[in-house]
């Protein structure tokens, strides 16, 4: 449990506080809970070993801006629900879609400021979108586009 006055417990409480407009369908909330090691198969070309963290105690905010011209997108925190990290990216639960090569601010729980480009997005349902993205460079953040 964390400490009330320690500085994780002030960012959970901002993220848990953060607007979330994902809606899940009923049967995906029924396996939503889930934690540890992913299996692998041989067909997967991930470079880093994923681990799940999903459910209503794991989640991220992710500062939404404009990185792509033709998409408009305004500048806003949201809270994510997170599925699963690596080294290397994260996946997580979103309420709109978000498109490839969009970089956004991702901050984990403990405090953990990452950038994310996202990779790909699937629809699951009405406002339930599920999204893999990379940790890139602040300089890869603000190239190619991007506006601050």
């Not at 041989?42 to 681990?51: F, H, I, L």
Request: proline fraction near 5%.
């Amino acid at each position: 449990m964390l400490d009330r006055c320690s500085p994780e417990q002030a960012i959970a409480d901002w993220i848990y506080g953060l607007p979330n407009h994902v809606r899940f369908p009923a049967n995906l909330r029924a396996n939503f809970e889930r934690t540890g090691p992913t299996t692998t198969v041989a067909e997967d070309v991930r470079s880093s070993v994923r681990v799940h963290c999903s459910g209503n105690s794991h989640r991220a905010a992710l500062g939404l801006r404009q990185t792509l011209p033709a998409f408009p997108r305004d500048t806003a925190w949201q809270s994510v629900f997170t599925t699963n990290i690596s080294k290397s990216g994260c996946g997580f639960f979103h309420g709109e879609i978000l498109y490839p090569s969009e970089r956004f601010d991702l901050i984990l729980l403990t405090g953990i400021q990452r950038w994310i480009e996202v990779v790909w997005c699937r629809r699951i349902d009405t406002n339930c979108f599920v999204v893999g993205s990379r940790f890139c460079n602040p300089s890869d953040a603000v190239g190619k586009g991007t506006e601050k």
